[in-house]
DNA sequence: TAGGTCGGTCGAAACGTTGCGACATCCACC
DNA sequence: GGTGGATGTCGCAACGTTTCGACCGACCTA
């Protein structure tokens, strides 16, 4: 039902060979006005909206649909305003480009890459966030050839784009021990798509396997601070911010400071510490890392580690699209920015 | 650099026919084991990874994508849970049928409609939120021939999905003037594409030239309440609530109830009301719209009408699916649901 | 043994474009 | 007046699939 009209039809109402009426959309090559304005006329009075799109790809090789492969649950994936900034980064620089961006869900836990990622038409793809970094969505595009750029990720042999998480967490953890914190609390991102919620053992945790989470810790501990105790989150979400504040505040003896490893964490732990009836920072310090706007924390101004989420997205399609257009790309890692807020001060003596 | 490989190479490597080969990987028609096994054997060998999706797109005349109509402003747009959660219904469908999802974003501002969504291959559209119906992006559509469905506006001539936003907003009247609320705020969704935010005139505010804008506001008056004081948003953030409750609760005499056309904005209505040391529901009773998870708001529950937001996803998406295959697809106005909770109280004498 | 059926395979014709090379036509210039 | 270069226009061959109808054995039934 789309378009039953063609250009052939257009050609023969024109008067013209196809090959000129394609000149008269196409724009590449000369053709005369007159002969343009026929075309364009005849189209009109045939009601052709424009060359067929999928025909259009066939002929030239390319799509003009980049894939950008996010977690299953929209729901849970949309609610963290850094994933959403990252597709915002994304959607702005392919639209420059006038291409296509095809949301593919993916999910993890399952062992099978889903029929989207295998078989849609798409010239590469974006993976987001790590999360979807996972061996069959990866395997499945390697065996398509279809050009992958990770985010948050390292992938061998791919184009990744990525924050120094280490870095920023180092900050985190110097900020801390300069203020005299010595019993810090943590709450971690999920420690790998199978690992259990909940406590983690601070003395030897393992190595996480969410490359920015194990680099997350691993900055902590350079920056000087062991965790006294800790708390893997099920994901980005308040209610764990809040769940994991009160097992950390639950501790004995009571951590004077809390870390998170994104905003909606710490806010988290800020609510939880507001529900004990305790002051922050007088009497405990939160800091978050991601640097994202939380409206409706109140007056807090949360201390967190900036990192730019919307130029992380950008610069992933810009790679996308490089690797479309079978350029080469490059990985890149973006700084971070400690942002002390009013959330930390000094450890209580 | 997708893939060299064709399913003509694939054929000859395997001895059959090109047919035959695509019989292999369509499944559809007769074909003996054997050959299907050799056949999936020589592509396995050569490192094709199945029918070219483009070519197949074309030959069937349908492309398996369908397009979802968007704000252009996407961290706008996703920093709002209903969007969200209606786009996560929409992926939940569309999913089930092995459907493409194309983000289109669209600047309601502009008065043209984007080229992805004048040219990019789909079967069929879905026009999120109602924002994006402006008359560019449909006018655009018709002239394609593509078959769309509207979310939250009824377009003349297209299906559309809707809720009650009438009977809930009548609802929530009721059960303020149940609870004696005579002087009732208003914060309303944008009133309009090019309409400024800010002060309304309660007595004649016109029509609001969004559609479930308009309806909730004639609902609120259905229901018996005329609103002393109203603000009209510029979106619905928990910001514009904040700035909109401090301005509804400077007018005199002080409204003890307040009301918000979303949940995010009531959510800022709460906040106000705090930062100015209001105890609510005891000086200022506070009711939303869309019944989303605000897991940050505290001990509260808001005072809401749920609407089945990811259904009306879901549904618009198997409206989509069934206007791209050709079939007839109806309309429909979901029920909500007035869920009363902790923010109404009766008014203070 | 002849006729009918059916499972399996194949050729060829689309699907709607684009772009290359060929071919006119015309003007300018020596 | 002939040569050369623009300038438009056109035919034709892809692009990689699916699908329709034809074909050909083999098996079944009368």
Redesign the pocket.
């Known amino acids: 039902m789309t ?2 009209v ?3 039809d257009v050609a023969r109402a024109a ?9 008269a ?2 724009g ?5 006005a ?3 304005a026929k075309v364009l006329r005849a189209a009109a009075d045939l009601g ?1 909206s ?3 799109p ?3 790809s ?4 390319r799509s003009g649909v980049i894939g950008v492969v996010v977690r299953k649950d929209l729901r849970q994936n949309f609610r963290d305003p850094v994933a959403i900034q990252t597709l915002d980064g994304v959607a702005t620089t392919l639209g420059e480009s006038d291409l296509g961006m095809l949301l593919i869900p993916t999910d993890d836990a399952s062992g099978a890459a889903p029929d989207l990622l295998r078989h849609a038409a798409m010239d590469a793809a974006i993976l987001l966030n790590g999360a979807a970094a996972s061996a069959p969505s990866v395997r499945a595009l390697r065996e398509r050839g279809t050009p992958a750029v990770h985010v948050d990720a390292a992938v061998r042999g791919s184009v990744s784009i990525r924050v120094q998480d280490a870095a920023g967490m180092r900050a985190v953890a110097e900020h801390l021990r300069g203020l005299g914190h010595t019993a810090v609390g943590v709450v971690t991102l999920p420690w790998g798509p199978r690992a259990a919620p909940g406590p983690l053992e601070v003395s030897r945790p393992g190595r996480s396997s969410v490359p920015y989470t194990a680099a997350r810790w691993a900055g902590l501990l350079e920056g000087g601070v062991v965790p006294v105790v800790a708390q893997a989150a099920r994901g980005s979400w308040v209610e764990e911010g809040i769940r994991a504040g009160h097992a950390l505040l639950d501790a004995t003896p009571r951590p004077t400071a809390l870390v998170a490893f994104s905003d909606l964490l710490a806010a988290g732990l800020l609510l939880a510490a507001r529900e004990r009836g305790l002051r922050v920072p007088q009497d405990v310090s939160v800091a978050g890392f991601d640097g994202v706007d939380l409206p409706w924390l109140g007056g807090d101004v949360l201390t967190t580690v900036a990192q730019p989420i919307r130029e992380k997205g950008r610069m992933a399609a810009a790679a996308a699209i490089a690797l479309a257009a079978g350029e080469p790309a490059r990985s890149a890692v973006l700084g971070v920015d400690l942002r002390p807020g009013t959330t930390t001060g000094p450890a209580p003596s």
Chains 1, 2 share one sequence.
């Open positions: 378009s039953r063609t250009l052939t008067g013209v060979s196809i090959s000129t009426a394609s000149l959309f196409s590449a090559g000369p053709i005369s007159a002969t343009k052709y424009g060359p067929n999928v025909a259009r066939l002929r030239r090789g």
